[in-house]
């Protein structure tokens, strides 16, 4: 399978940073399965940082090596996937002992229908029913040493 990590640096071999802000799925390396999301994190990166230029490093992972591997995997935007997202958006998760979280991104499109939902302003059944729609992107989130093990860099792509 081919990963993709958008960026405004090269990441030939990923890593764990030691300060990292609130995202979906906590601390973590983010990559996606689908290049188009990661083209767009980068160019929002660039944007963002105002540095750097607009780049997608592609990885490749070895299926087996998800068995090897404590993995969460959120099929579809649901409640318990809902739940995990604001715990991490609130920074109130406590780091779990995933060494893979994969599930539907919460990305600009969505974010304010999360942030109606932390707020207070949506239920969840309201703010799921929304989100349905969104066809949201998936994310891979390696939250330790051992998971970016399996990852190996192929090339990385100026956007």
Not at 72 to 90: M, Y
Request: proline share 3%; hydrophobic share 40%; aromatic share 10%.
């Amino acid at each position: 399978m081919i990963l993709y990590h958008g960026s405004n640096v090269q990441v030939p071999e990923p890593r764990l940073l030691k300060i990292q802000r609130d995202l979906d799925f906590g601390k973590g390396f983010y990559t996606t399965s689908d290049y188009e999301q990661a083209k767009s994190w980068a160019l929002r990166t660039v944007r963002i940082r105002n540095a750097g230029s607009a780049l997608v490093s592609c990885y490749e992972i070895d299926d087996n090596a998800l068995s090897k591997l404590n993995v969460l995997r959120f099929a579809k935007a649901d409640l318990a996937w809902l739940e995990f997202v604001a715990s991490n958006r609130k920074g109130s998760a406590s780091q779990n002992e995933y060494d893979l979280v994969i599930g539907p991104v919460a990305n600009d499109q969505t974010y304010p229908t999360i942030l109606l939902y932390l707020d207070g302003f949506l239920d969840a059944e309201s703010t799921i029913r929304q989100l349905l729609p969104q066809k949201l992107k998936d994310q891979w989130t390696f939250k330790t040493e051992l998971s970016l093990s399996f990852l190996k860099c192929r090339e990385i792509k100026q956007v």
